[in-house]
């Protein structure tokens, strides 16, 4: 069976270690090179991590999303790729610090569970859900272009002020990636209704387990969502 967990990147630093190792694994294999310096979000504890673990296979993780929390001593991953082409970034981001804002990033899966609509679905629900546990306003997020699309039907909007009418070549020339926003995580206007009926519901049960129905069968999920620490917003 497949399980998806929420923590605080600091009260589990193996299964954040396995996280990167995965992602690591994920991102060579598309011929994206990741130093280990990479991987101080570990013990941030402004970042919150979602893993899912094959749990026939040693906790095996076979996938995760994590979120940073925007704070004005670390730049958003996002931030610091985009500012490289488009400083403006910086004064899209800089207004929203203080309401709380969080950036959707390191979404993976791992071949053996591709297809089951995880990586782009299922984590992506979460990571909102999770959100609101976390007390943030507001979601950035820097997506493929597969991701899109399933981004604006959960109430993501482009960002349309900063690089080509919010397209840049990430995380490699010939990748173009799409820097978007949820603007209101609470009531989720823009999202198409079975997106935000599925996010309630993973908003007000923390630990279920139900069987998903994608294209490529059923398969049983459980989830464990409920964050057993909270960082609180503007301390550093």
């Known amino acids: 069976m497949l399980r998806v967990r929420a923590f605080r990147a600091p009260d589990d630093v ?8 995965g992602h690591r694994k994920v991102l060579e294999d598309i011929g994206v090179k990741v130093t280990s310096g990479r991987n101080d979000w570990i013990h941030d504890p402004f970042v919150y991590v979602m ?31 985009i500012a490289q082409v488009d400083k403006s970034i910086y004064s899209e ?22 297809g089951l609509g995880i990586g782009s679905n299922i984590l992506v629900r ?6 609101k546990q ?17 981004a604006i039907q959960k ?3 482009v960002i349309t002020t900063v690089g080509n009418e919010g397209k840049f070549n990430y995380p490699k020339l010939d990748l173009v ?4 926003v949820l603007n209101d995580i609470e009531l989720l206007p823009l999202a198409i209704e079975y997106e935000r009926i599925e996010i309630m519901r993973l ?12 294209p490529k069968g059923e398969f049983e999920l459980e989830y464990q969502l409920q964050l057993s620490s909270v960082q609180e917003i503007g301390v550093v």
């Open 203 to 214: 908003r007000e049960k923390h630990f279920f387990v139900c069987m998903e129905k994608w």
């Open 134 to 150: 976390a007390n943030l306003s507001k979601l950035v997020a820097l997506v493929a272009r597969h991701t899109l699309r399933k």
């Open 126 to 131: 979460i990571c909102i859900a999770i959100a």
């Open 14 to 21: 193996a299964a954040g270690e396995k996280f990167a190792e």
């Open 177 to 180: 990636a799409t820097a978007i």
């Open 51 to 81: 893993v899912v673990e094959d749990t026939a296979n040693e906790n095996k993780v076979v996938g995760g999303a994590r979120l940073h929390v925007a704070n004005r001593e670390k730049e958003l991953p996002m931030v610091e790729a």
């Open 155 to 157: 109430g993501f909007e």
């Open 93 to 114: 981001i800089d207004q929203l610090i203080d309401n709380g804002v969080a950036e959707v990033c390191g979404l993976w899966n791992s071949h053996e569970i591709a």
